[in-house]
């Protein structure tokens, strides 16, 4: 089993940055595939981008270019860093892991129960 718990979040204003954490523990952090995801108001839930347990990766698409997936294996956890916030980044913002990765919901087998951004304008 791995447990996972995101902090980080909050209300920001456009053009903010925030870094959001996600916390593991259970069985080896470090050879796991981790990702993030978020679900805006009404919306399903998206693909941001993820990180295998050697630092390489993808994320979404250029435009989130914003987005900086990172990893410290020394403290199990996962950060994503968002820059020039968007009131369209509003979201709650969810990390996941899985052996394999990949950019689906149904590549993760575990996940936290989300953390809230908020950003106005």
């Known amino acids: 089993q791995v447990q996972l718990v995101e902090s980080g979040g909050g209300l920001v204003q456009a053009g903010d940055s925030l870094r959001l954490s996600c916390a593991a523990s259970g069985r080896v952090f470090n050879t796991y595939a981790m990702a993030w995801f978020r679900q805006a108001p009404g919306k399903e839930r998206e693909f941001v981008g993820f990180?295998?347990?050697?630092?390489?990766?993808r994320y979404a698409d250029p435009e989130k270019g914003r987005f900086t997936i990172s990893r410290d294996n020394a403290k199990n956890t996962v950060y994503l860093q968002i820059n020039s916030l968007k009131p369209e980044d509003t979201a709650v913002y969810y990390c996941a892991a899985s052996v394999v990765g990949g950019n689906a919901e149904t590549d993760y087998n575990y996940w936290g129960q989300g953390t809230q951004v908020t950003v106005s304008s």
């Open positions: 990180i295998r347990w050697r630092p390489s990766g």
